[in-house]
């Protein structure tokens, strides 16, 4: 090797294996996109200090005790935001467990019952337009109580995705599946165990996890104008509250909402891939 070619070549640096990581390159794009939000954010709010917080602003006015203690509780509605989600989830749950069970069967009935389809079908398209909070005030004259009203809002909004994918997932079986079962003539228990549910599974999920999303929206709307605890609740509080914190609360606050959704619409898409795919 001459000592021309032995200066030219220049040491290579070594190499950071984690930043080329499958992992550092899922999270790359994210943590890029949403510094630079932040910090637009915190760039926007400088020349008003006083007026709406920026991110930094946003974390101090509201670190102690919203932040560092979100499970505290001084008796009545005066809790911590870990324990307003966890009431507004035991309300959603009990709504969307109602609504998964009869839409469901709702709509393996309209699906498999042509009459059924039509003649439930335009009532299915009207009353899925209504906004959830137009249903509040018919639950309160029905129920009479905050709590049943509220979850009654999340049944009413969350059952039609359920309804109409599972009876388009049963329209959607391949006829050969139908001829195949008449052929082997399969009992009915046999049929809805083995072809229906399986080829419905997709469709039915897919109902599941939009209504969660309905259902969480519906919630938080309930709760902002009649309820007792519960993050929207907590949000409305902090709004009539007027101080000088409020805003900061109100930002937190949207912020453990959207989390929350997040993690309930991966959930039921996590459930619905290990059943969709258990049934192929």
Known sequence: MTPALAKSRKPRRPRISWLHSPLARQLKAPVVCIGLTLALWQLMCLPNPDGFPGPIQVITQTWTPYISQPFYDDGGTAKGLGLQILISLQRV??????????????????????????????????????????????????LQQADAAAIFVIFITAIWPIIINTAVGIREIPQDYTNVARVLRLRKRS????????????????????????????????????????????????????????????????????VVGLILDRLVGMVGDRISGGGR
């Open 191 to 258: 049929y809805l165990r083995d072809i229906l549910l399986p080829a419905t599974a997709p469709y039915v999920f897919t109902g599941l996890r939009i209504s969660v999303g309905l259902a969480w929206l519906a919630i938080v709307a309930a709760e902002m104008l009649k309820a007792d605890g519960g993050i929207g609740f907590f949000i409305w509080d902090a709004y009539n509250a007027g101080g000088d914190t409020s805003t900061s609360q109100i930002i937190l606050a949207i912020f453990y909402v959207g």
């Open 93 to 142: 749950v009990i709504g969307y467990s109602l609504a998964a069970i009869v839409g469901i069967a709702a709509g393996l009935a309209i699906g498999l019952n042509e009459f059924l389809r039509r003649g439930f079908d335009p009532l299915i398209q009207v009353l899925r337009t209504v906004p959830p909070l137009a249903w509040l005030p018919i639950s309160l004259l029905l």
